[in-house]
């Protein structure tokens, strides 16, 4: 992960002063400022800015910003269409269609233009991409260098998460009807502590359309989250098209419960210009029953349907098909392959393959072992990097492959077991990061730490960060959301803030304010995120009350 630290003494001289004298100065144009919900005198110093950044400065101003709010792209070539796009999206979500027409022609507006500088116009989205930024917000000649506000960052998806958090700075005064920004100015460094801040979604329990996915994907970027894991298919339903077998989506719950190749590349092509890896996953040998509804053969027996059917070359050329098909979807260099949840039994109750298994002395641990280390193989000279549950880890460590990530789930400890071999791990600990765990609190969520138990510092550096998981038995489109959010933002912040800034004071007044503010934010945006405070999660709001308390 990149680096960008802070050097105070590295800011022109000028620049300097002007932010020194701005904190000095009143609230612009003599009013009083608009506060954000507050129980307490303590809750008027939070910085309600989610999640927080590694490093901040504000003053004490108020600030007007322009409804026709300009962009100053300072980026060699000239353009990037993700920026543009990015920020007009963020303008409509500042501005909404009264503050626009309630523009004052004799008002002078304080932000009225936003620059935003990048070093490298490469838009590659690779693991580990540099998404360090800095926003400084000032707001007028005569204490701005930029004359409003700047976002400067080395690539474009560091711009991305800068227009993020500035459009969490600008909060609507619904009295004179614009948009200002509060405790002004703002000096922001910003960089995420983990590379990988994900969420697992599951498509195959229940399908969810593309365009609910895309809301889970703008919701994420919200939260800074930076990896989808989709998990598309499992024992339940096969939904995507693979143009190699193409009766594989035989297994789908349905005709209209599927999706293409072109789904496939919309939902990427989506996430990326949100600055969002997607990490498809194909589960095996386990977790395979639907690919037999399209070819019976992957079953050991028509009475035995899995693992898949470890005997057959057949086996593996599917999967090969599917992935080599998948390899020109999905560009993230990390592929997940399963290999949980093995039961063999079914291996050794079908006569032909406990005839293979007998023919080569191998008992069916031992086989376990060949089908996850021979599809591995297939991924690897796709250029995947494998990615397996802890389970393949747990069963023969010393045999998988070393550039495996190992992604805990079944309980803690993990993680430290698999840096320490030299894997890299990913963590999700099912008893605190699992959010179809309905009565695991947002406390829970935000107290875990993906590095507890590891205090080797090379050996932290093998974990890569960690993912909630949004297992979908009891989920579909009509309750996705709610279940997912907030309590995945609570995480997110773990998984983007530095330690020290996450890890003192009281929950209940240092981050559950915030918290709610967030999960405000979000339903401003049409995100249908729950009450934060619930005894279970996703269930409806207890009686009336404002949306910051509940």
């Known amino acids: 992960m990149a680096s960008k630290t802070f050097d105070p003494f590295a800011l022109p001289c000028f620049l300097l002063l002007s932010l020194a004298a701005s904190l000095l100065l009143s609230p612009s144009h003599g009013r009083i400022p608009h506060r954000r919900p507050a129980s307490s005198s303590a809750d008027d110093q939070l910085v309600y800015l989610w999640p927080l950044p590694k490093l901040f400065r504000h003053g004490y101003r108020t600030l007007s910003v322009d409804p026709d709010l300009a962009l100053d792209l300072q980026i060699p070539g000239g353009e990037s269409l993700a920026l543009s796009e990015a920020f007009e999206r963020y303008r409509d979500l500042i501005f909404t269609q009264w503050e626009r027409s309630a523009q004052r022609s004799y008002m002078d507006y304080d932000v009225n233009k936003l620059t935003v500088l990048v070093a490298s116009n490469d838009d590659t989205l690779q693991f580990g991409v540099d998404e360090s930024y800095t926003l400084s917000v000032g707001g007028g000649e005569s204490f701005s260098v930029v004359n409003g506000a700047a976002i400067e960052a080395n690539t474009v998806y560091g711009a991305l998460r800068g227009l993020e958090t500035f459009s969490q700075l600008c909060t609507p005064n619904t009295e004179n009807k614009t948009v200002e920004i509060q405790k002004a100015p703002w000096y922001i460094e910003d960089e995420p502590r983990f590379s990988f801040r994900g969420l697992l979604i599951d498509t195959s329990r229940h399908y969810l359309p593309v365009n609910v996915i895309k809301q889970v994907i703008d919701a994420m970027s919200y939260a800074k989250l930076n990896v989808l894991h989709w998990h598309i298919v499992d024992e339940q339903s096969f939904p995507l098209e693979v143009p190699s077998y193409p009766n594989l989506w035989k297994g789908a719950y349905s005709k209209l419960e599927r999706y293409t190749v072109e789904d496939a590349y919309e939902v990427v092509d989506f996430a990326k210009k949100r600055g969002i890896h997607i990490m498809a996953e194909v589960d095996v040998p386990g977790h395979g029953e639907s690919w037999g509804a399209g070819y019976p053969d992957l079953w050991p027996s028509a009475n035995c349907t899995e693992p898949l059917d470890v005997s057959k070359n057949f086996t ?55 089908f996850v280390l021979r599809a591995q193989k297939i991924a690897t000279s796709l250029g995947w990097i494998p990615v397996n549950w802890e389970e393949t880890f747990n069963t023969f460590k010393e045999n998988l492959d070393l550039q495996t990530v190992v992604h805990n789930w079944l309980g803690p400890g993990v993680c430290p077991q698999a840096v320490a071999k030299g894997f890299r791990c990913i963590m999700s600990n099912q008893g605190v990061w699992y959010l179809d765990h309905l009565d695991v609190p947002w406390e829970n969520f935000y107290n875990t730490e993906p590095l507890e138990g590891i205090n080797n510092i090379t050996q932290q550096k093998l974990v890569l960060g960690g993912e909630v998981c949004m297992w979908g038995e009891a989920v579909d489109t009509s309750n996705v959301q709610q279940t997912i959010w907030p309590r995945a933002a609570a995480a997110a912040e773990r998984l983007w803030s530095s330690w020290e800034a996450t890890s003192v004071g009281n929950l209940n007044t240092t981050v559950l304010p915030r918290l709610h503010y967030f999960r405000c934010l979000l339903n401003h945006r049409g995100i249908a995120a729950a009450p934060v405070t619930n005894k279970h999660a996703r269930e409806a709001p207890y009686g009336p009350a404002s949306c910051f308390l509940q």
């Open 316 to 370: 593996f050329e599917v999967i090969s098909g599917i992935l080599t098909d998948m390899r020109k979807i999905f560009p993230f260099g990390l592929f997940h392959l399963g290999g949980d949840e093995v039961n063999t039994d079914c291996w050794n109750s079908t006569r032909h393959v406990k005839q293979w298994l007998q023919e080569r002395n191998m008992t069916t641990k031992e086989a376990y072992q060949y």
